[in-house]
Every structure is written in structure tokens, then in C-alpha cells.
């Protein structure tokens, strides 16, 4: 019993984890003002029939805080990358060279600060929902091995050790928050 008890509250920490992970990963897509190749993260590119995502076609890199700069393994697919940039609608116009697309990463309004601190407490909601989630299903998994003969006292510490976890998870959110918040308001 006791190991199924480690089982479940092991299950419910990677899941937590995966969630803060998520979370982390979405934030990075949300522009801050700043350029950073995270930016285009999901940007898939027609490569001769394939749909690659732009990472395996390009290098990308940030040769100044305003500007992303993404040179192709080939420079035949410029005009197909200059497409899907565009397709992905992030409000930024590609320029090319003939050899290095530049993308200028134009400054935020104060109205477009806001909407995007509301964007990422919209996000940090759904991973503390995620989060919750993760603890009713320890917590109703615990309750199933009582009824299989676990100890109440057991229980009992198990569901305290699920809620613990959980504190600290979102204590996590709350930090990941604060940070990109802070970091979208600095002009």
C-alpha cells in the first residue's frame, strides 16, 4: 500500500512539473518587447513537400535586443519562410536580404502591455487549474485505497503531502508570473 501511495504522489509531482513546464514554454512565445528566437517557436515551413518546423531549416539568432535574424540552410526557401512567418500572424513583417531574413521586434504600446499581462494570467490560471486537478486525483486515488484497506492516518498524511505539493507548485506559477509580468511593463 504504502508504495502505491509513493506511486500516485510521484505521478501527481511529474504532472505538476509538465504543467509548470508548459506553462514556461507559452510564456516564452508571448512577446515581451524584446527579441527572442522562442518568438517563432511552432512556425512550420513547406521544406520540398515536408512541413519542418523553422528551427530544422534556419538558424535563428538575436543580433540585437529589437531584431531576430534567420539565416536558411537554403537560401531558396527565404520566400517560403517570409510566407509562413506572415501565415503565423505575430504582427511582425520578415525582410530579407537575399541571404538573412531580419525581423525588427517593434516596440510595445502601454495598451499592448496590458493585454498581454492579462494573456499571461489568463495562462497562469489555467496551469493553477491544471495544478488542482493533478491534487483531486491523488487526493480520489487515495480515497480508492482506503476503501482498499490503507490506513485513515495514511490517508490523511497523503492527502497533506498532495496539497503541500501543490502549494509549492503554485508558488512556482506565481513566481513565473510575477517575472514575465515585470518583464512586458519594463520599457
Given at each position: 500500500m504504502e508504495e502505491?501511495?509513493?506511486?500516485?504522489?510521484?505521478e501527481t509531482r511529474?504532472?505538476?512539473?509538465?504543467?509548470?513546464e508548459h506553462l514556461d514554454r507559452e510564456m516564452a512565445k508571448v512577446r515581451a518587447g524584446k527579441a527572442n528566437p522562442k518568438m517563432l517557436d511552432g512556425i512550420m515551413v513547406d521544406f520540398?513537400?515536408?512541413?519542418?518546423?523553422?528551427?530544422?531549416?534556419a538558424s535563428i539568432n538575436t543580433p540585437d535586443p529589437r531584431t531576430i535574424a534567420i539565416t536558411p540552410w537554403d537560401k531558396k526557401i527565404i520566400p517560403v519562410i517570409e510566407k509562413a512567418i506572415m501565415a503565423?500572424?505575430?504582427?511582425?513583417?520578415?525582410?530579407?536580404?537575399?541571404?538573412?531574413?531580419r525581423i525588427n521586434v517593434p516596440p510595445l504600446t502601454e495598451e499592448r502591455r496590458k493585454d498581454l499581462v492579462k494573456q499571461i494570467k489568463k495562462m497562469g490560471e489555467d496551469s493553477r487549474v491544471g495544478l488542482r486537478n493533478a491534487r483531486r486525483e491523488a487526493i480520489d486515488q487515495f480515497k480508492k485505497l482506503?476503501?482498499?484497506?490503507?490506513p485513515e492516518d495514511m490517508e490523511k498524511d497523503a492527502e497533506q503531502l498532495a496539497q503541500k505539493m501543490t502549494d509549492e507548485y503554485m508558488k512556482k506559477i506565481d513566481e513565473l508570473l510575477e517575472r514575465k509580468e515585470k518583464d512586458i511593463m519594463t520599457v
Open positions: 502505491n501511495v509513493k506511486f500516485i504522489l510521484d511529474e504532472h505538476m512539473e509538465k504543467t509548470i520540398y513537400g515536408t512541413m519542418s518546423p523553422l528551427l530544422q531549416v503565423a500572424n505575430l504582427g511582425m513583417n520578415p525582410d530579407n536580404n537575399g541571404d538573412v531574413i482506503k476503501k482498499e484497506g490503507l
